[in-house]
């Protein structure tokens, strides 16, 4: 008994299962779709695809994505430069982007620190973060990370590092409209002593943070005493 399609419509199933949120069987109806469309179809995810493969980069500036670096919001002179907005991921930009309501610039991070995920704060964007802030037009740097543990932990470490300097730090962690499903799991629940477990678990010194605990680049420990 085949416990698997033949050849290329397995292989189809099996790229599109290793995507996130879509499981062997969302897989395997994706996968027959498209056997079933017609060929301009295909041919347009397929192109669409690749342009983006070839195309889109990420900003040099603020880590956002784009087809030319700077990013339309860090090219912008009628944005307020004077305030960076700090995400998580890209798609957090245009969640901020659709309410109209912030004129600011952003900086993503590329993720949250996740010891779980062997994710520390060397393998994400703050390294760049620190460079930017050299610049003495920058007089708020916002901090709207995600409402989980991984999110509010990172918000902590990086108002506890950014204290070192003159600059205002304001933490907005991103509310949901609604109590959603971790607002009725307990073990979502942020608590301050499991927050700052996970981040030592990550090596760090939990009574203070500084430029050295981070391991990042010599110039942007050199950029951050100069701030400081």
């Given at each position: 008994?085949?416990?698997?399609?033949?050849?290329?419509?397995?292989?189809?199933?099996?790229a599109?299962?290793?995507?996130?949120?879509?499981?062997?069987?969302?897989?395997?109806?994706?996968?027959?779709?498209?056997?079933?469309?017609?060929?301009?179809?295909?041919?347009?995810?397929?192109?669409?695809?690749?342009?983006?493969?070839?195309?889109?980069?990420?900003?040099?500036?603020?880590?956002?994505?784009?087809?030319?670096?700077?990013?339309?919001?860090?090219?912008?002179?009628?944005?307020?430069?004077?305030?960076?907005?700090?995400?998580?991921?890209?798609r957090?930009?245009?969640?901020?982007?659709?309410?109209?309501?912030?004129?600011?610039?952003?900086?993503?991070?590329?993720?949250?620190?996740?010891?779980?995920?062997?994710?520390?704060?060397?393998?994400?964007?703050?390294?760049?973060?620190?460079?930017?802030?050299?610049?003495?037009?920058?007089?708020?740097?916002?901090?709207?990370?995600?409402?989980?543990?991984?999110g509010?932990a990172?918000?902590?470490?990086?108002?506890?590092?950014?204290?070192?300097?003159?600059?205002?730090?304001?933490?907005?962690?991103?509310?949901?409209?609604?109590?959603?499903?971790?607002?009725?799991?307990?073990?979502?629940?942020?608590?301050?002593?499991?927050?700052?477990?996970?981040?030592?678990?990550?090596?760090?010194?939990?009574?203070?943070?500084s430029?050295?605990?981070?391991?990042?680049?010599?110039?942007?420990?050199?950029?951050?005493?100069?701030?400081?």
């Amino acid at each position: 008994m085949a416990l698997a399609y033949d050849g290329a419509i397995q292989r189809l199933i099996d790229a599109f299962a290793n995507l996130p949120g879509i499981g062997p069987k969302g897989a395997q109806r994706i996968a027959f779709y498209l056997l079933n469309a017609p060929d301009e179809e295909s041919q347009a995810l397929i192109d669409a695809i690749t342009e983006v493969k070839e195309k889109v980069r990420f900003c040099d500036i603020c880590g956002n994505v784009c087809e030319t670096s700077p990013c339309p919001v860090c090219a912008d002179p009628r944005r307020d430069h004077s305030v960076i907005c700090v995400v998580e991921e890209p798609r957090d930009v245009m969640s901020i982007e659709r309410t109209r309501e912030y004129r600011g610039m952003y900086h993503v991070l590329g993720g949250v620190i996740n010891p779980m995920a062997n994710v520390q704060p060397s393998d994400l964007n703050i390294a760049k973060l620190i460079e930017r802030l050299k610049d003495s037009e920058v007089k708020e740097v916002i901090l709207a990370l995600n409402p989980n543990v991984e999110g509010e932990a990172t918000t902590s470490f990086l108002s506890q590092l950014l204290s070192q300097t003159d600059i205002k730090v304001t933490p907005r962690i991103r509310r949901r409209n609604h109590p959603g499903p971790c607002a009725r799991r307990p073990s979502c629940r942020l608590n301050g002593s499991r927050m700052f477990r996970m981040l030592g678990a990550s090596g760090l010194d939990k009574s203070g943070f500084s430029y050295n605990e981070l391991h990042l680049p010599n110039q942007a420990g050199d950029t951050l005493k100069k701030i400081g």
